[in-house]
Structure formats: structure tokens, C-alpha cells
């Protein structure tokens, strides 16, 4: 049974790749400020809030995609059960909504060296502050997140990676062919089907696409650098890039 061709939305999942750029950004260089307090604070805050933005643009883009808003209730429920997320999602409310930075500072002396250690505090208004480091603590929180990225990255890989519109696989499950590439790719339909070596065609056709259209593929080096397992689809394995 033939699919029916799939219509992406204008949404793509660079969006998402974006606020998870920003995040990773904010949280450099709160490791970066430790010691310095005012600056500490500021950066703290642009990072609890853009950490909690990664979960709304991963709705806005991904609710128009089939089946995403079913798969993403167990994801929700369980960012809402755990302790350290729902603690770092009250605290960018409070800190929008109220302004104070629920956290303290202190620094020992160690071979004429000051390290320094920054720890949230109990406060009005916002209580059950987790113990340890902050910024520790904040990697934490964002690999939770990421986690979930992750696993919408590798469930939805056909709608999710610039690369699977240039599998045959990813062709199959989305409905296209590969004349609709070339259409979206302003050439004319057929442009690649001309006289090629060896019976894979098809994949040398995509692979002439990939080279000349395939978009940048940007999350995979978050997913690395937090340790998180890569299981990429064997169908992007055999890509040109």
C-alpha cells in the first residue's frame, strides 16, 4: 500500500537544534563565571530559561508531525515527575516573575588558589532547593532534557534529520520519490535519472542530492559531548555524509 506523500510543515527541527545550542551556551559559561556572583546570577537565569524553552519548541515544531503528541505525553509525565527538572522550571518562573536568585557562594583556599562554589537556597516562595553544586546541578537538568530531544531525534528520525530525505528508506516512509527532491530542490524532475555504473542507481542519485542540497545535521554533536548513546538509524549510516 502506497504512502500518501508527506507535507512537511514550516517548522523544522533546527528550531529545536537552536534552543538546545542556546542552553549549551548559557551553561559554558556559567561554569565560566563561578566567582563572579553578578555575572553568575544573569547567566544562571538566561540558562534556566532557555533550558525550559527546549521542551516548548520541541512541541511547536514537532505537534504538526503524526504521532508526536501521543509519544511526548509519557516524555511529560515523566519531566514532571523528576525532582531536579520541576525544581529548575520553578525556578525560571521565579525568577521572571519575582527576580531574586535563590542561591549562595562560598570559596575555600586550596595552594593559594580560591575555588569557588555557588549552592541554591531555600527562599519564599521557592523551596526544596536540591543539594550540590549549581552548576553541576544545571548540566544535570539539561542532559534530562536532552535525553528527551534524544529520543524524539531517533523515534521520528524520518521527520527529525536532513539526512533521511536522502535514504531510500526515509523516501519510503515519508512517501516521496526522488523526483520530489529534485523538485524541491528547484531542478527539474529526472534531472539525476541519467546512465550510471552499478545496479544502486537510486543511491547514487541521493547521494548526488546529499552533496549538493542536505541541510546541516546539528544535534548529534550535543548528544556526544553529554555522553548521551548514539543509535543512529542504520539507514543514515549509508549516506554520502
Same mark, same amino acid.
Given at each position: 500500500m502506497a504512502v500518501e506523500k508527506f507535507e512537511f510543515p514550516s517548522r523544522g527541527f533546527h528550531i529545536v537544534a537552536t534552543k538546545v545550542g542556546e542552553a549549551d551556551y548559557f551553561l559554558g559559561m556559567l561554569k565560566e563565571v563561578q566567582g563572579h556572583y553578578d555575572e553568575f546570577s544573569y547567566i544562571l537565569s538566561a540558562f534556566a530559561s532557555a533550558a525550559r524553552s527546549i521542551t516548548f519548541a520541541l512541541q511547536a515544531v514537532m505537534t504538526k508531525y503524526p504521532g508526536f503528541d501521543d509519544w511526548y505525553l509519557d516524555h511529560q509525565e515523566s519531566l514532571k515527575a523528576n525532582g531536579l527538572a520541576k525544581y529548575f522550571v520553578n525556578l525560571r518562573n521565579y525568577?521572571?516573575?519575582?527576580?531574586?536568585?535563590?542561591v549562595g557562594h562560598t570559596g575555600t583556599m586550596r595552594n593559594g588558589q580560591v575555588k569557588h562554589l555557588s549552592y541554591f537556597v531555600d527562599i519564599d516562595g521557592l523551596k526544596d532547593a536540591p543539594a550540590g553544586e549549581v552548576t553541576k546541578l544545571a548540566e544535570e537538568y539539561f542532559v534530562v532534557v536532552l535525553k528527551v530531544v534524544e529520543a524524539c531525534y531517533r523515534d521520528f528520525w524520518m521527520y527529525a534529520d536532513p539526512r533521511a530525505i536522502f535514504t531510500e528508506e526515509g523516501l519510503e516512509l515519508l512517501g516521496w520519490v526522488i523526483e520530489d527532491i529534485e523538485e524541491a530542490a528547484g531542478l527539474p524532475r529526472g534531472y539525476t535519472d541519467i546512465p550510471c555504473d552499478g545496479e544502486d542507481k537510486n543511491h547514487q542519485r541521493l547521494s548526488l542530492l546529499a552533496r549538493e542540497f542536505q541541510g546541516d545535521e546539528m544535534m *548529534?554533536?550535543?548528544?556526544?559531548?553529554?555522553?548521551? *548513546?548514539?543509535?543512529?538509524?542504520?539507514?543514515?549510516?549509508?549516506?554520502?555524509?
Open positions: 525568577m521572571q516573575k519575582v527576580g531574586e536568585i535563590p *548529534e554533536q550535543y548528544f556526544e559531548r553529554y555522553g548521551l *548513546e548514539l543509535t543512529v538509524n542504520k539507514a543514515l549510516q549509508r549516506t554520502s555524509r
